[in-house]
């Protein structure tokens, strides 16, 4: 919907903005006409867009998306080699994985500044900000270590022993189990955040890459990258509920790795990145079937979604590009030159 | 130089905690001196092969941790005139999972012992094709990429650039026929005309005259795509690149090189594995440093699937349809149920860049195109792993 307040900016909008719009069905009937016009007016307004944050891991930057025009609007340097990104609950602050800085780093996203560094041991890949909007539990990559970082003091509050090369990091929505995924390991590590100790571990297929609580908490999925699934979890019990298996027509099972993954609206289906063999699935997420495959760019593997989930924006390591998936046709609507290998993305309301 | 007969190295990781499980793998090596050659840049390091395998030894102790499973190595190493089937024998009596790093000799006589009937034997540093051939053994498997799904690979490369007219120099050395030979019978499987082979039998300081003998020695060649130099002991190859007459591509041992494993490998998280490598050896990582640690790792993979720690219950998982290494080649590795080798991608790499990584595109396969490099199951006149 059209804020009532940009109505009366229409009104004394410049004649630019509607008058050159082509001639369209919406003629026909002019409230259409009148609400495309509003959004014209909106975009004019560049404050007033939201945006998707996309760190470019070979390039040390980030590109800031305007979810309206779907073109890059500001290119702002980071550490080495940025990863995970995720913004603070309020989105006053963003927090950045600078993995070969050893740092996750505190940006202003007005301003594009750093703010400070946090402490984050060794390598860090990615990390989940608790729903105390304090606690970052950050995966140290090289170090086999899960660091828990309070963000107001800016100290280590614990470190946790976990696999090789840890990298999933998710939170339950009522913040008492943390996991870290180990990618040479090949578990789910499940950490009780009273305590900051793991109370269970459990095997999945190879490389787990991404995990994230859903359905209120109650289930947990992991992706494996090189086993080809997203096993899951019933959260209650840590035992395996169902394994998802992905078969693309003409593309070897090898090449089909699942990595980022995120939920619609209701967590009722999955849009689940399939690495280098270039697709996105679209899973069930009741009867865990797969009903669709999206093809975008070259060796996707992260993604966010905009404000009411209509649009999906995934990153391309390879192409280094964008594509956006319009989710209702689960069709590709635009790809969007970004910088080298961009990884992660994030999402930033700015109304 | 003088070698004692008897082990020199001896490493013992014994692990905390209450194990349940307890698996114990011997590395067994015969110090083999390498050959003398015209430069002495590259000497091989004193830990090759079982410096990767403590790096897996560490990868599966950590998770293990979490299993109440627990990882020990032992490492043997015999000098060069040493007796290998008595500290094999040695060996067998404290374990039945065996790495070896010896020549291919040494890994027949050791497989083909006694004791060795019911062991688990990885292969680490014999590249011979025949092991994995009509040679093979069922107790042996294969970690280290044979000679031929390294010409395979590089036979691919020349169909895809189109690089047609490929002369080829092959040096004395045993290893250096052998390469030649098979590079030979991969251009044929690729559907390419092998070219002219010369035969380098130069005694004379390279050091000081290969740019007054190679352009000589390659003039006769006429043109041509790429040269292929077989030197695998790396002798004279690397005073080739930039001497030949035509100004054209080196490749084989030298220059373009097919390779089991190297440290321009880092695409699909191999960063990662580098350096925890590096960390620990203060080194790159080279092929058999990575074979021994795909093979300890594979043995980690089936203990931590299978919760067993013999032999013949890991041995049919490793080659059942269930087992999958993630191994930072972007692909999972497997190994083929007709001869125990190890399936994976093969880098083409230059001392300085990743080139391309074989199977290419464009080589199909009805089961996987990984099988279009190596002995595929009708080509392998293996009958040991046969059901």
Known sequence: MIPASSFPKYLGGSPKDGGQRPPSPARRNPLPMIRAACIATVLALPAQADEIWVTNEHDDTISVIDTDTLEVTRTIETGERPRGITFSKDHSVVYICASDSDAVQVMDPVSGEILHDLPSGEDPEQFVLAPDNRHLYIANEDDAITTVVDTETRTVVAQIDVGIEPEGMAISPDGTIAITTSETTNMAHWIDTATQELFANTLVDSRPRHAEFVKDGTELWVSSEIGGTITVFDVATQAEKAKIDFDLPNIHPDRVQPVGFEFTTGDTHAFVALGPSNHLAVVDAETYEVEDYILVGRRVWHMAFDADRARLFTTNGISGDVTVVDVASRKPIKTIKVGRFPWGAAFRPTN | ?387
């Not at chain 2, 905390?16 to 015209?38: C, E, F, K, S």
């Not at chain 2, 010369?198 to 005259?209: C, I, P, T, V």
């Not at chain 2, 699909?268 to 050896?281: P, S, Y």
């Not at chain 2, 595109?361 to 046969?386: K, M, N, Q, W, Y």
């Open chain 2, 1 to 387: 130089m003088r070698f004692v007969l008897t082990a020199l190295a001896f490493c013992v990781l014994p692990l905390a905690g209450a194990a349940q499980t307890d698996a114990r793998i011997h590395y067994l090596q015969r110090a083999v001196p390498p050959p003398p050659t015209l430069s002495d840049l590259d000497t091989p390091p004193g830990d090759l092969g079982v410096a990767g395998a403590r790096l897996a030894i560490d990868d599966n102790a950590t998770t293990g941790r979490f299993l109440g499973q627990s990882y020990a190595l032992d490492a043997t190493r015999v000098a060069a005139d040493a007796d290998l089937a008595a500290a094999a024998r040695a060996a067998l009596a404290g374990t039945d999972l065996l790495i070896l790093d010896a020549p291919a000799d040494d890994v027949l006589a050791v497989a083909d012992l006694p004791e060795a009937r019911g062991a688990l034997i990885f292969n680490v540093a014999a590249p011979d094709t025949n092991l994995r051939d009509a040679d093979c053994r069922a107790n042996l498997l294969h970690t280290l990429p044979s000679t031929q799904m390294r010409t395979d690979a590089l036979a691919q490369f020349f169909v895809l650039k189109k690089w047609t007219d490929l002369p080829m120099i092959a040096g004395g050395h045993a290893s250096d026929q052998a390469f030649a030979a098979s590079m030979e019978r991969s251009l044929a499987k690729y559907g390419l005309k092998p070219g002219p082979r010369k035969e380098w039998r130069f005694d004379a300081n390279m050091r000081r005259n290969a740019s007054a003998e190679v352009p000589l020695f390659t003039q006769g060649f006429g043109r041509y795509d790429a040269l292929i130099v077989a030197d695998e002991i790396h002798d004279f190859g690397r005073y080739i690149l930039y001497n030949t007459w035509e100004p054209r591509p080196v490749t084989g041992s030298e220059g373009l090189t097919p390779v089991g494993w190297d440290r321009v490998v880092e695409q699909w998280g191999a960063a990662q594995l580098q350096n925890r490598f590096t960390d620990l050896a203060a080194r790159a990582m080279q092929p058999r440093d990575y074979a021994a640690w795909a093979a300890i790792r594979t043995l980690g993979e089936a203990v931590t699937r299978t919760g067993a720690t013999d032999a013949a219950t890991l041995r049919a998982y490793i080659l059942s349809p269930d087992f999958e290494l993630g191994g930072f080649l972007g692909r999972p590795l497997t190994f083929r149920a007709w001869n125990g080798q190890m399936r994976q991608p093969i880098p083409l790499v230059h001392p300085r860049a990743l080139v391309a990584q074989a199977p290419l595109d464009g080589f199909l396969h009805p089961v996987t195109e990984l099988d279009t490099i190596g002995l595929d199951a009708p080509e392998s006149r293996c009958e040991a792993f046969a059901p």
